[in-house]
């Protein structure tokens, strides 16, 4: 009986392994490059050169125009893009706003074609917001300052990183007394952003700053290829929060211990987070087709310092772990996380040297059958 088990066993190896090489490679070849339709991000209106100042909206209250209306807008004119080249992503930055504008993937592609183009990790929301905006905002009746359109001023045209090196682009604008910088920090090895925002001399009566992160929230996207991001996730203490994008409609504000916000896929992660401030609350809402998350974190009259830490790049959960800040829990195990992490790491273990994840789960099936063979013997022998 053992011994017709094992046979079994081995027979159902061959025919896998036999299936995946002659059948799947023979009858399901990759796409032409005709039947890929990729999606660029669309090119975002123009706008003003100043940022804008609009009648406020408590972070409460739900489908305001005013939130519309101090959309992070990439302006196409005047704006200065600016590139960081490392050997895992390609990020642009554009100096209208000093907001990012793309985040190429080099090591993953758009489709299952090798010859595809990297994966775009930035999607502009409907009217072309895009991430890492910053508002100040005061009381009720106090106007929020965006530096939407903001003509920021830039250190670098750019840089190359490679190997373990780290660079540095800082962006500063000034205007009317009001000083915003942003900096950030790249390292050719992590897909990890670390950086700064410093508000120097705020203007009396604001209070708060908001850090933005906006994205299209039904984008369209080949059939061939998955949507990177496709609902919005939060950390508040040791709780992961999920949102589908049509649950935001009404909007949301978040009180507690906010770690990070962001967005999430099947395969990819993206988070920001400010480690360092206190009394942190977070803002969700989808309006226009557009999903929107902000930090909203105190700052004094004197301005603030706030680091932040940015990642961009796959649900790894040891590239997770790298990156700290608790990004790995954006990693959703279940309830038995608890089992279901140690046999992940088993996986990919097993995969550094078959380099086939089929494989990999036959293995570990293996390695799980013989380690309850006593369980499995007693089993039968009750039976019997």
């Known amino acids: 009986m053992e011994r017709n088990a094992v046979l079994a066993v081995v027979v159902s190896i061959a025919i896998l392994l036999l299936y995946q090489e002659f059948v799947i490679k023979r009858f399901y070849p990759p796409p032409s490059q005709d039947e890929i339709q990729t999606s660029e991000p669309q090119a975002p209106p123009a ?33 200065q893009l600016v590139t960081v080249d490392t050997p895992l992503y390609t990020a642009t930055f554009g100096t209208s706003g000093a907001r990012l504008v793309s985040f190429k ?13 990297p994966q775009e990790a ?16 005061g009381a009720q009746g106090v106007q929020i300052l965006s530096d939407t359109g903001a003509g920021y001023s830039v250190n670098k045209n ?3 990183l490679q190997g373990n090196e780290s660079g540095d ?49 039904d984008g369209v ?22 949102h589908q994008f049509k649950d935001m409609q009404k909007g949301e504000v978040v009180e507690g211990d906010i770690r990070w916000i962001g967005y999430a896929g ?28 902000k930090l909203l974190i105190p ?45 992940l790491h088993v996986l990919e273990l097993s995969h550094r040297f078959t380099g086939n994840y089929g494989v990999d789960i036959i293995l570990l099936t293996l390695v799980i059958k013989i380690l309850f063979i006593p369980l499995t013997q007693t089993s039968y022998k009750s039976m019997q």
Do not use: C
């Open 221 to 242: 996207q080949s059939a061939l290829s998955e949507m990177v991001f496709d609902h919005a996730v939060l950390l508040n203490g040791k709780k992961l929060v999920q």
């Open 47 to 79: 706008a003003a050169n100043a940022p804008s100042e609009v009648n406020p909206a408590p972070p409460s209250d739900s489908g305001s125009a005013n939130e519309a209306a101090t959309a992070e807008v990439h302006a196409a004119a005047n704006n």
């Open 158 to 160: 750019g840089l190359t």
């Open 299 to 343: 700052i004094t009259p004197e301005g603030a310092k706030i680091p932040l830490s940015l990642y961009l790049g796959p649900k790894d959960v040891d590239v997770l772990d790298k990156a700290g800040h608790d990004f790995a829990r954006a990693v959703d195990l279940g309830w038995f996380g608890f089992i279901a992490l140690p046999m």
């Open 266 to 293: 099947r395969h990819f992660f993206g988070g920001l987070s400010a480690p360092d401030a206190h009394n942190t609350r977070a803002w969700l809402k989808t309006r226009d087709r557009t999903a929107d998350q």
């Open 122 to 137: 930035i999607v502009p929301g409907q009217a072309g917001e895009l991430p890492i905006g910053v508002e100040l905002r």
């Open 105 to 117: 993937l080099k090591r993953y592609r758009t489709t299952v074609d090798a010859d595809s183009p």
């Open 169 to 217: 682009l800082d962006f500063q604008w000034s205007e009317a007394g009001l000083t915003l910088d942003k900096r950030f920090s790249f390292h050719a090895d992590s897909y990890a952003i670390d950086g700064q925002v410093e508000v120097i001399r705020a203007p009396a009566g604001y209070n708060e700053l908001l850090l933005s992160w906006s994205k299209l929230a």
